[in-house]
């Protein structure tokens, strides 16, 4: 029993150290890019070709993101109130415009919670626009 409960303390310790070292994203020089807004609750992971990354804040409340492809992005959101356990994983994914500015909306709510990617835009009245390429996504997968 004694045995057993060090392996799973063990074993613990080393899912916990994997989770917490995933390496930022960067994009290679000169590759295109976007940037995302990092602002508002919620720890956010992205997922470029299968590999998963911790979004690298650039210090002004954005992170680079590659541009012209397919990138998976999901917010993932723990609460404790009241004795009461409240855990929400949501992914979504956009195609990237170089350049352009992103705003991730996440919204945790008792049942469930939502999530949107949304193009920053200062001509439209809200200085927000709706993301044509955003699509569900699944889990990150390595290739």
């Known amino acids: ?26 994009p290679a020089p000169g590759a295109p890019a976007a940037r995302l807004n990092m602002q508002g609750v919620g720890d ?9 990354y911790k979004p690298a804040n650039d210090g002004d409340g954005y992170a680079p993101i590659p541009a012209g492809r397919r990138v998976k992005i999901s917010v993932y ?7 009461v356990v409240f855990r929400c994983d949501a992914r979504v994914s956009i195609v990237p415009a170089a350049g352009q500015k992103y705003l991730v909306d996440f919204e945790p709510h008792t049942e469930r919670c939502y999530l949107m990617i949304f193009k920053e835009d200062a001509s439209k009245r809200t200085g927000l626009a709706m993301e044509p390429t955003l699509a569900g996504a699944s889990a990150c997968k390595a290739p």
């Open 44 to 52: 956010k992971l992205l997922c470029v070709d299968g590999a998963l």
């Open 77 to 83: 959101y723990n609460e404790q109130r009241n004795n």
């Open 1 to 26: 029993m004694r045995r057993s409960c060090h392996v799973a303390m063990v074993l613990a310790a080393v899912w916990l150290a994997g989770c917490a070292s995933l390496p930022e994203y960067r």
